[in-house]
Nanobody, 130 residues
Framework: QVHLVESGGDLVHTGGSLTVSCGTS????????IGWFRQAPGKEREAVSC????????????VYADFVKGRFTISRDRAKNTVDLQMNTLKPEDTALYFC???????????????????RGRGTQVTVSS
């Protein structure tokens, strides 16, 4: 069992910025493609972004959903064993529970990112006030 832990969620104003982070002590995140997802109450789960893993044999290096392109940036902090999602120019419609997930080793990022991941965290709440 892999426990992913998200952090960094907060309440921000429209136009603000926030960085959420995904970490674990159970495996080396750099070895796996990692996806960020979100789900708002009453809405479907959405894939937000994905970053390729060191051993991914297919797929794209980095993928963003159209609704976050140009505003969100996914990156790795290998020293901290985290995958971060920097979110800029936040909008009220970005309000959701954001969670990260791992894909099987050797799996890359599809476009859009697949919802068929292995392990996911419980998420961190991002709320954007208008």
């Amino acid at each position: 069992q892999v426990h992913l832990v998200e952090s960094g969620g907060d309440l921000v104003h429209t136009g603000g910025s926030l960085t959420v982070s995904c970490g674990t002590s159970d495996l080396t995140l750099d070895f796996y493609a990692i996806g960020w997802f979100r789900q708002a109450p009453g809405k479907e789960r959405e894939a937000v972004s994905c970053i390729r893993g060191k051993f991914s044999t297919s797929g794209t290096d980095v993928v963003y959903a159209d609704f976050v392109k140009g505003r969100f940036t996914i990156s790795r902090d290998r020293a901290k064993n985290t995958v971060d999602l920097q979110m800029n120019t936040l909008k009220p419609e970005d309000t959701a529970l954001y969670f990260c997930a791992t894909y099987p080793m050797n799996t890359g990022c599809s476009d859009p990112p697949s919802l068929r991941y292995d392990y996911r965290g419980r998420g961190t709440q991002v709320t954007v006030s208008s």
